[in-house]
């Protein structure tokens, strides 16, 4: 059913804990944040556009996007800078803890955080497409897909690219476990890649 958002902005990326506590995120800097009955706007601290959200708990959420923003909140209320090390466009972020996370985006541009105020600048990606998604189970088995059909897995040691055996855009992907992964792409495909680098079905 609809609901009154307040903003005719653009809205990219939903995350939340719970009914009455969830987050959106979109151009123009928007941040609103639903407490089960209504949405707020929160002050982002900018007006580049926000592409993705994902929050180790209530209490350490992280905003990603134009220019590589990378905004975090953790006290439910104000949203603060962060040292993304690139100035390439994040379009999505995920993680396991509040010490383990990775934002990816333009150019094969990907991000570590292990803590602290400063993500870390994954030299060794070996594609340049725009990555738009990524999502992983575990540290030594993170996958990032994007533009052009891009898949690469990191094995907690490198970065490699996966052969999808398709050039569709990728712009999602779920993880259950490390051989139980969906990729949707265009046309009504989708594809379960059971990670096997050689095998996959779609």
């Known amino acids: 059913s609809p609901m009154t958002s307040g903003t005719s902005e653009n809205l990219e990326s939903v995350w939340g804990t719970s009914g009455s506590n969830v987050y959106t995120v979109g ?33 350490l959420i992280f905003v990603v996007g134009e220019q590589g ?10 949203w603060y800078p962060m040292n993304s090390n690139t100035y390439s466009e994040l379009r999505a972020v995920w993680g396991t ?15 570590h955080y292990e803590g602290g105020t ?5 030299t060794e990606c070996p594609v340049s497409d725009d990555l738009k998604t990524v999502h ?24 490699q690219q996966v052969n999808l055996k398709s050039s569709d855009d990728i712009n999602a992907m779920r993880m259950f476990s490390a051989t139980e992964i969906f ?3 265009n046309k009504g495909i989708i594809c379960q890649f059971n990670g096997d680098t050689n095998n996959h079905s779609s």
Do not use: Q
């Not at 189970?137 to 094995?155: E, W």
């Open 27 to 59: 151009t123009n800097g928007t941040i609103l944040h639903y407490n089960g009955s209504s949405w707020s706007p929160m002050d982002s601290g900018t007006t580049r556009n926000l592409n993705g959200i994902w929050g180790a708990s209530a209490n």
């Open 69 to 78: 923003k990378i905004r975090y909140c953790y006290d439910s209320v104000n």
């Open 97 to 111: 803890s509040e010490t383990d996370a990775y934002a990816v985006g333009d150019g094969g541009d990907i991000v």
């Open 118 to 122: 400063t993500w870390i600048l994954m």
């Open 136 to 159: 992983y189970t575990s540290a030594d088995n993170v996958y990032a897909a994007g533009d052009n059909g891009a898949l690469v897995h990191f094995d907690g040691s490198e970065w």
């Open 183 to 185: 990729i949707p792409e």
